[in-house]
Every structure is written in structure tokens, then in C-alpha cells.
């Protein structure tokens, strides 16, 4: 049994964790449910802790690795993104860190597609009036109309796991869809669903016939009436592909007035200024956003713009937050049970202890 290990676990990730506990782990979980000060995860590590189980909130750094040196085995990361864990200090200490992809994919998807459908079809504005009391009469287009989703143009940037997900569900509503990704092209998946948008046009499905290429970013930007953000934040120099900022006055700008911009990324993927100025100038039609350059969103942050509230849907970092996703122990459902298992790899020494074997390790370029 692995009663000698120490785990810290900076929150609470539910009943996975006992998966740990029963193993015989020395478990601790910070109570609190704000994130720990890093003072307090240092403290921690230098009291010998094998096993860090972290979140998007903690900064992980040359700082915490150094606390931990000698005992620090391996980061558990409770996200898919890990732009919080410098992956340059992590190969430097040659500890492993793991996170949790493909179990948050179709959850983080369906829900920017919900946000899609929100802000186009004005839902939120559409609620408000009823439940003001506003609504004095059924007209054909008064006070307002929304934007059919249905048959318009999307654009995918980013197409790893979250990005062909967004692309199946938005086949199955007959949209066309222009892809765009410099780093990683998947044709064959593409070609899957050119044929199935055929086949549905073929059997009467589908009136119109749809289609599906990838396009470069000016090209998705120009011709999309909606652009739907997949990318990993990476700042300049960390890669060819930097996303920091991608969205931003140019960028802005080159997109139709009409279209709409949805964000499930990352915060800073997306110049927030920028945007503010793009919505109230009418640079484009509207913004769903999950994710901010400082999350909790500020007080004063230019997005809360009463002059832009109509067509700027705001979320709470909440494309991943549905239950099962979120908590199940299952290591193939949901993230906790995926981080939990990515720690024991690391620690009960796995895969014959084949860090590049193991599926949830990240950095696996330096064993
Ligand atoms: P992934 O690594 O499978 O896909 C990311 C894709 O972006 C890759 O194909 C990559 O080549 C591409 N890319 C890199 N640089 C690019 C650029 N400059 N322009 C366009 N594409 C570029 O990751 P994933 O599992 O699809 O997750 C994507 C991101 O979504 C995560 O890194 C995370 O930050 C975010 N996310 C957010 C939530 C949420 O709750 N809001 C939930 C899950 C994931």
C-alpha cells in the first residue's frame, strides 16, 4: 500500500480523493474554497509532500518546485489547460506534471455552443423582459429579433479535442464550417464530416447542402458569422503559435460587423480592451465569454458596459462545470477521477515507471 505517500491537495475535488485516502495516502485538502495563498503551498512543500493536486487558480513556478526539491513528485492538474504550470521550471526540476484532457471535451463544447445559441438568439435580454414585466405585446419583430444559428457560417479556431467537438455538434445544425489551425490539421476528421453533411443532404436531413474546409485565420475571420476560440493560451516565446492576444484590434476588426465571438479558451487569448471597444463601436455583432484576462472579472472591467450588455453574454469560467465531468471518480468520465489517477501513475510508478508511457503526463519531453 502507498501509506508513506503525502499529498497536498490545494482544494477540494470531491469523492475521488478517497480513492487516495482508502489507499492508505497522506492526505491533506486546503478547506477553503477560494484557492490557497502560494506562501501557504510553499510552506507545505517543504514539509516533504510527494504529490500536488493543483488547479487553473495556483501558480505553479521554479518558486514551488524549489520548495519541493527532493521529495516533489509529480503536479496533478484538476483542467485540460495548465498555462498556470510553467512547463519550462517543471523540465528544469524534471518533475511530471498530468491534467485532465478528453474527459471535459464534450462538456466544454456543448456548453460553447450553448453560449453560441444565447447570445445570437438573445435569450438573455429575451428572459429579462418577460420577467420585468416588459413584455406588453406579441409583434412580428418588436422590441427585438435574434440570429438563426441554423445554416450559418462558423469559425473553428483551434481544432484539437474542444474544437472538433464545437465542429460535430455544429454539423448536426447545418452550419458550414471553416476550420483554422496552424499547428495540428486533422484532414481525416474533416473528411468524416463532409461526408456525413453529404449523406444528410443525400437522405433529406438537411435542405441545404453544407461544407467544411480549413481556411487561413484572415479567411475564417472575413467570412464567419460566428468565430468560436479552442486554443491553449500560449504566450510569446513559449511556441511558433503564440495565442496571447490573438484576438485583438486587427483581428477585431477584420470580422464581419454581424458576427458574433465566443470564448472558452482562455482570458487572455483575447485583448478584452479591444473587444469592449469592438462591441460598443460595432465592430462586430456580439460576445459570448467564459473566461477573462483576470478572473473573478473585475468590478470595473470594461465588458460590464451597460451600453454593451445586450450582445456581451458573460459566464463564470463555467464551460466545464457540469457534475459528472467535474467530479466523477472514473478516470475516463470525469476530472477528478482523471487527475487522481495521473498522481498514482506518477507515484506507484506505473507503466513500469515509464513517465512517456503514462497517459496523463504532459511534459513527457524530458524522461
Ligand atoms: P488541444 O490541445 O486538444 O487543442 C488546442 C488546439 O489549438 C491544438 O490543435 C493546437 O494546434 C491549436 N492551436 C495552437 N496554437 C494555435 C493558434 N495560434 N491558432 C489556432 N489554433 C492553435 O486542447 P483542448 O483539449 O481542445 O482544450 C483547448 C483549451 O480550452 C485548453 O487549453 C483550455 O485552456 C481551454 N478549456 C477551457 C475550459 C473552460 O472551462 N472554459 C474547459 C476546457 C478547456
Not at 503551498?41 to 493543483?54: A, H, P, V, W
Not at 438573445?122 to 419583430?141: C, I, M, Q, S
Not at 463555467?318 to 487527475?339: E, N, V, W, Y
Request: charged share 25%; proline share 6%.
Amino acid at each position: 500500500m502507498a501509506d508513506h505517500f503525502r499529498v497536498f491537495a490545494t482544494c477540494d475535488i470531491g469523492e475521488a480523493l478517497d480513492i487516495l485516502r482508502k489507499r492508505g495516502y497522506k492526505l491533506e485538502v486546503y478547506p477553503d474554497p477560494k484557492a490557497p495563498p502560494k506562501a501557504l503551498i510553499l510552506e507545505k512543500l517543504r514539509t516533504g509532500i510527494d504529490g500536488l493536486i493543483t488547479t487553473l487558480r495556483d501558480q505553479i513556478d521554479a518558486e514551488v518546485f524549489e520548495a519541493g526539491k527532493g521529495t516533489l513528485k509529480v503536479v496533478a492538474q484538476f483542467a485540460v489547460g495548465f498555462d498556470n504550470i510553467n512547463r519550462a521550471d517543471a523540465n528544469r526540476y524534471k518533475i511530471p506534471f498530468t491534467n485532465t484532457a478528453d474527459v471535459l471535451t464534450e462538456a466544454t463544447a456543448e456548453f460553447a455552443f450553448f453560449m453560441m445559441g444565447s447570445l445570437a438568439r438573445k435569450l438573455w435580454p429575451a428572459e429579462h423582459l418577460t420577467r420585468d414585466n416588459k413584455w406588453g405585446f406579441w409583434h412580428p419583430y418588436l422590441p427585438f429579433l435574434g440570429d438563426e444559428v441554423t445554416g450559418k457560417t462558423i469559425a473553428i479556431i483551434g481544432t484539437g479535442r474542444i474544437g472538433l467537438a464545437m465542429i460535430k455538434k455544429c454539423a448536426g445544425f447545418d452550419m458550414n464550417i471553416l476550420c483554422y489551425d496552424p499547428a495540428y490539421q486533422n484532414h481525416q476528421y474533416v473528411s468524416a464530416i463532409q461526408e456525413t453533411m453529404d449523406l444528410r443532404h443525400a437522405r433529406g436531413i438537411q435542405k441545404e447542402k453544407t461544407w467544411i474546409k480549413y481556411v487561413s485565420l484572415e479567411e475564417a475571420l472575413s467570412q464567419a458569422d460566428f468565430v468560436s476560440v479552442h486554443v491553449p493560451l500560449i504566450r510569446e516565446g513559449e511556441s511558433d503559435t503564440p495565442t496571447f492576444h490573438l484576438f485583438n484590434e486587427r483581428t477585431l476588426r477584420s470580422m464581419k460587423p454581424s458576427a458574433f465571438l465566443v470564448n472558452t479558451s482562455r482570458g487572455p487569448v483575447i485583448d478584452e480592451a479591444a473587444l469592449a471597444m469592438a462591441l460598443k463601436e460595432n465592430w462586430i455583432g456580439g460576445a459570448a465569454l467564459d473566461v477573462y484576462e483576470k478572473e473573478p472579472l473585475p468590478a470595473d472591467s470594461p465588458l460590464r458596459d451597460p451600453a454593451i450588455t445586450d450582445r456581451c453574454r458573460l459566464f463564470p469560467h463555467f464551460a466545464s462545470a457540469a457534475k459528472i465531468t467535474r467530479l466523477s471518480p472514473d478516470p475516463d468520465k470525469g476530472m477528478a477521477g482523471r487527475c487522481v489517477q495521473g498522481l498514482i501513475d506518477v507515484l506507484e510508478v506505473n507503466y513500469g515507471g515509464d513517465i512517456k508511457k503514462m497517459p496523463y503526463v504532459v511534459n513527457k519531453e524530458v524522461f
